[in-house]
């Protein structure tokens, strides 16, 4: 009890001196609440970054864990029958329960442009594909379950394509002609993003539209991976039983093969960890410097103070408390600095224009971390005792009649 109430006792009289050293404090809260806000927000924009990075891996490979299944003859190298890959596939996603699955194969069709017919690669998929791959839309609607009806088949196309097309306006249902299948007409439902570096045409097609368009000839062409969207944490147990149960549905003839294929199946740590270290080190350095302005205020502060340390101790205040009283002016001070900080930081992350800026091209922006405010605040309160500690020490060590003749 008498702890809690010394400690109360403490902050009330270091706050009671701060008042009383309005210039000091103002001085103590801009160093520190600029460091705490640049430190607060540089972590909350290094968590957009990372789920920057995180979401372009996942487009790449398929969320943590997307398991790849391949089957092939290891004597001779060619493929199984399409239909019978098809049928074990699908049994053991509904065996296992697994929801998100998809085909994915890469073929090339014949397109009809206004000034003439081009080849251009067609990707097929399922619907689920764009929920696994986190695929980004520039206009119109991802596959859904209905396009599967179509008698007209949905594509969806990339800019560089629609471009070539004179880009009609979606909500008048633009049509393609695609002589090769043969003169099949398809409604583009919907525009990827081309990239600066892409500058060739491209369009993905359902599997189901491209079961019944397709040509005997093109339809032997194409040979689709299979992928499957699973927990992380049931992906081992989940590879080896769909392993088994697909190479048992198909016969001793196939070579059955299922491994991840997510970011975090190739790396034995974190694949961010270097930009985690970055991002702490530049937090970090810009923290140091607000603490270095921090003790040179405290020190010049303290000197002038000396006379009136002086006279409190030959009052009977004790080295102890001398000691902890100048701390704690600091940390109060720092504190305070800390909530202005962080809320600075929340400020400017979380205001629409730089949101919008940071987070382009992320589908799930993150929260303002939690973890950032409460390290800011953290580190302020650290800082504050640290730079406190020597300033303290030299009150300290004053002596009481230097102090007095001061």
């Known amino acids: 009890m008498r702890l809690w109430t010394g400690l109360v006792g403490s902050v009330v009289e270091a706050w009671a001196e701060l008042r009383i050293h309005r210039t000091r404090v103002l001085l ?27 979401e372009t891996m996942e487009r790449q490979a398929g969320r943590p864990a997307t398991l790849q299944i391949s089957v092939y003859n290891p004597m001779t190298g060619e493929s199984v029958d399409a239909a019978e890959l098809d049928a074990a596939f699908s049994a053991a996603m509904e065996r296992y329960d697994i929801r998100w699955h998809s085909r994915n194969a890469y073929t090339s069709l014949l397109v009809q442009f206004p000034d003439g017919v081009r080849d251009v690669q067609t990707q097929v998929v399922d619907p689920e594909f764009g929920v696994m791959h986190r695929v ?69 097609l359902l599997t189901s539209a491209w079961d019944r368009i397709a040509t005997p000839e093109l339809a ?5 991976n299979y992928e499957a969207w699973v927990p992380l944490e049931l992906a081992d147990e989940l590879t080896s039983r769909i392993q088994v149960d697909i190479a048992g549905a198909l016969g001793t003839d196939w070579q059955t093969d299922v491994m991840r294929s997510d970011y975090l199946a190739y790396s034995d740590g974190d694949p961010l960890l270097f ?69 600075l930081a929340v400020l400017i992350v979380k205001n629409p224009w730089v949101t919008e800026f940071v987070s382009q091209g992320i589908d799930d922006v993150p929260a303002f971390p939690l973890d950032a405010a409460l390290i800011g605040l953290a580190s302020a309160t650290g800082v504050g005792a640290l730079a406190g500690l020597l300033p303290a020490l030299v009150a300290v060590r004053v002596k009481v009649i230097d102090a007095i003749r001061y």
Request: net charge negative.
């Open 28 to 54: 103590s809260l801009i160093g520190v609440a600029v460091a705490v806000a640049a430190l607060t927000g540089i972590m909350a924009l290094g968590a957009i970054a990372e789920q920057s990075q995180v």
């Open 136 to 204: 980004q839309l520039a206009e119109g609607e991802w596959f859904t379950a209905a396009d599967a009806e179509r008698l007209a088949p949905a594509v969806i196309v990339n800019e560089n394509l629609w471009n070539l097309l004179g880009a009609p306006d979606l909500r008048t249902h633009p049509t393609v002609l695609l002589p090769g299948t043969p003169r099949v007409t398809a409604v583009i439902t919907a525009v990827t993003p081309s990239p600066d570096w892409d500058e060739y045409p491209s369009m993905l």
């Open 220 to 224: 032997a062409q194409l040979y689709p």
């Open 275 to 343: 930009l985690k270290l970055l991002v702490t080190g530049v937090a970090v350095l810009i923290l140091l410097l607000g603490a270095l302005g921090l003790v040179n205020i405290s020190l010049v502060t303290v000197r002038h103070r000396i006379r009136e340390i002086g006279i409190r101790r030959s009052f009977g205040a004790t080295a102890g408390r001398v000691f902890f009283a100048v701390m704690m002016e600091s940390v109060v001070a720092t504190v305070v600095a800390g909530v202005v900080g962080v809320a």
